[in-house]
C-alpha cells in the first residue's frame, strides 16, 4: 500500500507542473499580452493595466524566468490583486466559495443519493421493465442541455406556478432565522436541481452496468449458492464491485461539476466562483482568470489522488498493480 | 454496410434517420435565410400560431425561420470541432499505448493534466481571449475536449498491440508505421467511430454553450445557443424563445448520443465481427 502510495504521489508532481504550464500558456493567450499578438486584440487593454500586466508577470522577462517568477508567487501562495477592484484575488475567492460550494455540495450529494439505488435497481434485473424505463430518462437527462433545463424550470416554476424564486441567491428582505435559511434553500432548488440530473445520469449508468455485469459473476452466484437473499447478494457482494469505478470516477465529477456552475451561477444570477470565472473572463480580469484556473485543476488532482488511493486501499488487486486506473 | 445497419437497435436506426434529416434540413435551410433575418417590430414577442409556429423573437423575426437557419452552423461546427478533438485524441492515445514506457508515462500525464481542469474554463478562456471566428470556436472544443479521445484510444491501442494479428506482425518484421496504419488503426476504428458519434453531440452541446453565455460565433453566423442567448432576457414574456431553440438542439444531441449507444452495442459489446 504504502508503495503504491509513494509511486501515485510521485506521478502527480509531473502533473502538477503540467497544471501549472497550461495556465501559463492561459496567460500568453491573453490579450494584451505579448503571446496574443494582433493590434484588434492590443487595443481592448488600457496602457495602465497593460503596465500592470507587465510588472505583475514580468513579461518583458523571458519566459523561463517569468514561469519562475510566477510559479514562486503562486508557491507563497501570493495569487496577486485583481485588475479590477484591486483587492487580493483570494479574498474575492473566499467571498464566492460558500455559493458555489452550498451548490455543488448538494448538487453532488442529491446525484449519488439517488444515483445508487437507481442503479443498482436497474442493474440487478437487466432488461426489465424499471432498466428500461430509467434507461430511457436517463438516456434523456444525459442528454439535456444544462441552460435549456435551466430556462425551462424558470418558466415553470418561477413564471407560471410562481412556487420559486426565478434567479438570485437571497430575497431582497431577506428573513432571518429559519426563514432565512428557508429562503436560502428555495432560490437553491432549481440551480440545483440543474447541477445535478447530469451527474446522476453518469453515475446511474455506471452504477446500473457494473452491478448487471457482477450478478452473473461467480462470487454472486456463489452468496447466492450459500443462501444468501436475492437483495443480499445484490447489496453486499454485486454493489460494492460495482462502485470501485464511481469512486474512482468521483475526482473527475469535480471539474464537470464547476463546468456546469459556470452556467448555473450565470442563469441564476447566485455569486459563486463559475460567475466569478466567467465575470472575470469577460472583464479580462487576469490574475483571477489564472488563479481559478489553477486552483481547479490542483484540487481535481487532489481530489482524483484520494481517489484512487481510497481505490487502492479498498482493493488488494489496484494495489498490486493487477487491475486499476492506468 | 446495409447488414451493418440491419444489425443496429431500431431506437439507433430511427437516431440515424433523425441526423440524416437534419442534415438535410441544413442543406435546404438557405430557403429559410431571408425570412429569419426579416425584422418586424409591430410583430414583437408573438406567442406561437399559425404564421408563426415556434412564435417571434424580441425583433419579431420568425424563430422557426430562425430555428432552421441556424441548423447548418449548429450541425458543422460541432461534427468538424468533434473530428478535431478525436484526431489530437488518438494521435496521443495510439502514440501512448503502442510505444508504452516513458512515452506512455508522459502523454499519460498529459491527458491527466487536461481532465483535471473544467471544460468550459478552459473553453471560456480560448473563446474569449483569441479573436471570434469560427476557427475560435472549433479549435477551442477540439484542444479542450480531446483527453476523454486519448483515454479511450490508448485503452483500446494497448489492448490490441497485444492480439495475435499485431504480434504476427511484428515478428516478421513490419515497420512501426505500417503495423500502425495497417492493423492497429483498422482494428480500432469501430470504437472510435462510437466515440466520434458521442463527440458530435458533446461538441454541439459545447458551442451552444459558447454561444448562449456570447463568446462563440461572431454576428451575423448564428447556432441554436445563440438563438437561446436572448431567452433569459424574456423568460416572463416569450417561453416559447426557451423552448423551441432549446428542443432543437436537445433533439439533435440526443439522436447523435442514441446512434452512438447502437453503434457501440453492435461494435465494442457485440464481439468485433464489425
Same mark, same amino acid.
Given at each position: !500500500? ?33 503571446? #496574443? ?6 487595443? /481592448? ?7 500592470? !500586466? ?9 519566459? %523561463? ?21 484591486? @483587492? ?40 426489465? #421493465? ?31 406556478? @410562481? ?20 429562503? @436560502? ?5 432549481? %440551480? ?33 449458492? @450459500?443462501? $444468501? ?39 441564476? $444570477? ?45 482493493? %488488494? /488487486? ?9 | ?66 430555428? +432552421? ?22 494521435? +496521443? ?19 491527466? +493534466? ?42 483500446? +491501442? ?28 483498422? *482494428? ?44 433569459? *432576457? ?22 447523435? *448520443? ?17
Amino acid at each position: !500500500m504504502i508503495g503504491y502510495a509513494a509511486r501515485r504521489l510521485l506521478l502527480a508532481v509531473p502533473t502538477l507542473f503540467g497544471i501549472a504550464v497550461v495556465v501559463f500558456v492561459l496567460l500568453h493567450l491573453a490579450p494584451g499580452t505579448p503571446g #496574443a499578438g494582433g493590434a484588434d486584440s492590443a487595443r /481592448r487593454m488600457s496602457g495602465k493595466a497593460a503596465a500592470e !500586466m507587465r510588472r505583475l508577470y514580468g513579461l518583458d522577462r523571458p519566459l %523561463p524566468e517569468q514561469f519562475g517568477l510566477w510559479i514562486g508567487r503562486v508557491a507563497r501562495l501570493d495569487l496577486g490583486e485583481s485588475f479590477v477592484d484591486h @483587492r487580493p484575488v483570494s479574498e474575492r475567492i473566499r467571498e464566492a466559495l460558500p455559493y458555489t460550494l452550498a451548490l455543488n455540495g448538494l448538487a453532488l450529494a442529491f446525484a449519488l443519493a439517488l444515483a445508487i439505488p437507481i442503479g443498482v435497481a436497474a442493474g440487478a434485473r437487466p432488461e426489465g #421493465a424499471f432498466d428500461r424505463a430509467s434507461a430511457a430518462v436517463l438516456f434523456a437527462l444525459y442528454s439535456l442541455p444544462t441552460f435549456w433545463a435551466a430556462l425551462l424550470l424558470q418558466t415553470l416554476f418561477a413564471v407560471q406556478l @410562481r412556487w420559486l424564486p426565478l434567479y438570485g441567491a437571497v430575497s431582497d428582505a431577506a428573513p432571518t432565522g429559519w426563514a432565512g435559511l428557508a429562503d @436560502r434553500l428555495a432560490h437553491l432548488a432549481l %440551480p440545483v436541481t440543474c447541477l445535478t440530473y447530469g451527474t446522476l445520469a453518469f453515475v446511474a449508468r455506471l452504477v446500473r452496468s457494473g452491478v448487471a455485469e457482477a450478478r452473473t459473476s461467480d462470487y454472486v452466484l456463489a452468496a447466492r449458492a @450459500r443462501g $444468501a437473499s436475492a437483495r443480499r447478494a445484490i447489496w453486499g457482494h454485486a454493489f460494492p464491485n460495482a462502485l470501485l469505478p464511481v469512486i474512482t470516477l468521483t475526482g473527475l465529477l469535480l471539474p464537470a461539476l464547476l463546468s456546469g456552475s459556470v452556467i448555473v451561477e450565470r442563469i441564476f $444570477a447566485r455569486p459563486g466562483l463559475g460567475r466569478l470565472y466567467f465575470d472575470s473572463i469577460l472583464a479580462r480580469d487576469y490574475p483571477v482568470v489564472l488563479a481559478l484556473s489553477l486552483l481547479s485543476a490542483v484540487v481535481t488532482l487532489a481530489a482524483t489522488l484520494l481517489a484512487d488511493l481510497a481505490l487502492a486501499a479498498a482493493d %488488494p /488487486r489496484v494495489r498490486d498493480g493487477a487491475v486499476g486506473p492506468e | 454496410m446495409r447488414l451493418f445497419a440491419a444489425r443496429l437497435p431500431a431506437s439507433a436506426r430511427v437516431a440515424g434517420a433523425v441526423v440524416v434529416l437534419l442534415w438535410i434540413l441544413a442543406a435546404c435551410s438557405p430557403l429559410f435565410a431571408e425570412r429569419a433575418r426579416a425584422i418586424r417590430l409591430d410583430e414583437r414577442l408573438q406567442a406561437p400560431s399559425w404564421t408563426h409556429p415556434f412564435g417571434t423573437d424580441d425583433l419579431g423575426r420568425d424563430l422557426l425561420a430562425r430555428v +432552421v437557419a441556424a441548423t447548418p452552423i449548429s450541425l458543422a461546427i460541432g461534427l468538424v470541432a468533434a473530428g478535431v478533438s478525436l484526431g489530437i485524441g488518438f494521435a +496521443v492515445g495510439a502514440t501512448a499505448g503502442y510505444f508504452g514506457g516513458a512515452v506512455d508515462l508522459m502523454l499519460s500525464r498529459l491527458i491527466e +493534466v487536461m481532465l483535471c481542469f473544467p471544460v468550459l474554463f478552459l473553453l471560456l478562456a480560448l473563446a474569449a481571449f483569441l479573436p471570434p471566428s469560427p476557427a475560435t470556436v472549433i479549435a477551442a472544443i477540439g484542444f479542450t475536449t480531446w483527453a476523454g479521445d486519448a483515454r479511450y484510444a490508448r485503452a483500446e +491501442v494497448l489492448k490490441i498491440r497485444e492480439l495475435d494479428y499485431a504480434r504476427a506482425a511484428r515478428a516478421m518484421g513490419a515497420s512501426t508505421p505500417r503495423i500502425l496504419a495497417r492493423h492497429l488503426l483498422p *482494428n480500432a476504428l469501430p470504437p472510435l467511430i462510437v466515440s466520434a458519434a458521442f463527440g458530435v453531440g458533446w461538441a454541439i452541446l459545447a458551442e451552444a454553450a459558447l454561444s448562449f453565455l456570447g463568446v462563440g460565433l461572431p454576428a451575423p453566423a448564428v447556432s441554436w445557443g445563440g438563438i437561446l442567448s436572448s431567452a433569459p *432576457n424574456w423568460i416572463v414574456e416569450a417561453w416559447w424563445m426557451a423552448l423551441f431553440p432549446g428542443l432543437a438542439l436537445f433533439l439533435t444531441v440526443a439522436a447523435y *448520443n442514441l446512434l452512438a449507444e447502437g453503434l457501440r452495442a453492435v461494435t465494442v459489446e457485440g464481439g468485433r465481427s464489425a
